[in-house]
């Protein structure tokens, strides 16, 4: 086992090798332990024994994190458990002294003299944690829908925070503080990139400030997770966990509540998964009103990624193998140039899919939605399952069909253009996915792009009426009520003059979305 070097001395504080040797050695747990593996990350120690997990604070001092004394350690373990228990109440067992007997030998709780405090877990396997799945490939859409949905609900019960400390001002001091950090490491980060990042990061947070100080009075500040990426999520009893968040500085964890979505959104992008990611954005702002958070997405993903690139570069003097220390300069540089990428303006685009029931519509929108406008791609609106919310109908359960006459269906429409316009206008691209079986109703949409002055793709999706029947009977839980008599019905309205690009949907769907893409992308070209 290749052992962790010191932290750099500017930061480390005390000397915590006799507390880890204790932990790392097996016979020292009063349960059975045949090994014990441990995890090193630039704040704590963990140690995996049998069925428990053993995390010790390091004692370092950073300048967004102090654990620099045993009775800071002890408090950030107290508050660690109370905070995690509000999502992983199962993970999270309590707090354990390391003492020191009269003879010298340290020991678990005890009489002796505390020499350090540690987190007691239930264990979960590795395998298990979301970080893990990703680079697998066992990571599925299914997480990801549910992995947004026990956000939505972390974020709904969180406390609302009103102190004004926590509102624009707060992002402001991270970009400052991200470019004193990033001034620390010149040999990882140009001078010229970081400074500019800095620049476009304050003057982002400015001109952000009055939408920002809004949305802390209307509540959108929350005690929040704080750090929240893959690898501080796992699957438990099959369910999305989200553990370890942050309880050593406030700053971090009292945010906007899209700000701590943006760690998720943006470690997914940068793992590859960006179609995850614009699955997540879509479904946890699927019926919110809040979608002029999207004004400061952009914002948001940058600061969360100059965050991941001085974390990595604070981590590489603590790594013993010269091919990891390598491995971590070069991840501290890509995050900064992803960072400042997040920053470069793009063109928001409307895109609208439609066609009979069957023909794929959501399928082939969330495929090609990472592809089109900025991070992490457009903002996918689907009919189906704003239907559901205006008339407050479980999102599987079948309406009745005088749910989808006259005016309840113009009052989705008309709230699909609602939203497509606060999105648009907020910059991000957008994907509407409807029928759009009337050519009044294609008319309106076409008339809004032109308002709003943003590209305007239309995709018409077709296929034979019997692949279109064949599918509708093959959903399972899907917010579409759609039958085959429906798709029969469909098959006899008169849609009138298509003047939007005709896609054959009859093959697989990947397939089917690269045509759709390069039709899309061809319009807006000619435009």
């Known amino acids: ?97 390391i003492t020191r007997s009269t003879d010298g030998a340290l020991h678990f709780g005890g009489d002796g003299t505390v020499v350090e405090w540690a987190v007691e877990m239930r264990r979960f396997r590795q395998e298990d944690l979301f970080s893990h799945l990703a680079a697998t490939g066992k990571l599925t859409l299914d997480h990801v829908m549910e992995l947004a949905e026990s956000v939505r609900s972390f974020h709904a019960a969180a406390e609302i925070i009103e102190d004004p400390r926590f509102g624009a001002r707060a992002l402001g001091a991270i970009a400052v503080e991200d470019g004193q950090e990033f001034a620390e490491y010149p040999d990882i980060f140009p001078s010229q990139e970081a400074k500019a990042l800095t620049a476009a990061s304050m003057a982002n947070a400015e001109a952000l400030q009055d939408l920002l100080d809004h949305r802390l009075r209307c509540g959108f500040v929350r005690h929040c997770h704080g750090d929240l990426h893959l690898r501080n999520i796992c699957l438990y009893d099959g369910q999305p966990r989200l553990f370890d968040a942050i309880e050593f500085n406030d700053a971090i964890a009292k945010i906007d509540v899209g700000y701590d979505l943006s760690f998720l959104l943006m470690d997914l992008e940068q793992r590859g998964l960006k179609l995850y990611a614009s699955v997540v954005l879509s479904r946890y702002l699927r019926d919110s009103e809040e979608l002029e958070v999207l004004r400061a997405l952009p914002l948001f993903l940058s600061l969360r990624a100059a965050i991941r690139a001085k974390v990595a570069a604070s981590t590489i003097t603590a790594l013993a193998d010269p091919d990891q220390r390598a491995r971590a300069r070069t991840q501290a540089r890509s995050y900064l140039r992803a960072a400042l990428g997040y920053l470069e303006p793009k063109q928001a685009q409307l895109v609208v899919v439609g066609g009979r029931s069957g023909t794929g519509k959501t399928t082939l929108s969330r495929l090609i939605a990472p592809e089109i406008g900025r991070s992490p791609g457009a903002l996918h609106l689907r009919s189906d399952v704003l239907r559901k919310a205006l008339l407050n109908c479980p999102e599987f359960e079948p309406l009745p069909p005088s749910a989808y006459h006259g005016q309840v269906t113009r009052q989705v429409y008309e709230e699909l253009e609602r939203r497509a316009r606060i999105a648009l206008t907020a910059g991000q691209a957008v994907i509407l996915d409807a029928a759009y079986l009337r050519r009044e109703e294609r008319d309106s949409i076409e008339r809004l792009a032109a308002e709003l002055g943003v590209p305007f793709a239309g995709v018409w999706l077709e296929a034979p009426k019997e692949a279109l029947v064949e599918r509708v009977e093959q959903r399972r839980d899907d917010a579409s009520d759609a039958t085959a008599e429906i798709v029969e019905l469909q098959n006899t309205l008169d849609v009138g003059s298509i003047s939007w690009s005709r896609v054959d949907v009859s093959g697989p769907a990947a397939a089917s979305a690269k045509l759709a893409l390069r039709a899309i992308l061809g319009t807006a070209k000619e435009r």
Request: aromatic share 10%; glycine share 4%; charged share 25%.
């Open 1 to 97: 086992m290749i052992e962790a070097q010191v932290e750099p001395p500017r930061h480390i504080v005390a000397d915590q090798t006799e507390v880890a040797a204790f932990l790392e050695t097996a016979a020292n747990y009063p349960f059975p332990v045949e090994s014990v593996e441990r995890i090193d990350t630039h704040g704590a120690m963990v140690f995996l024994a049998g069925a428990r997990a053993f995390k010790v604070k390091r004692a370092v001092a950073y300048p967004y994190m102090d654990f620099s004394t045993l009775e800071k350690r002890k408090s950030a373990c107290a508050k660690e458990i109370e905070l995690n228990r509000r999502t992983a109440p199962e993970i999270y067992l309590g707090s354990l002294a």
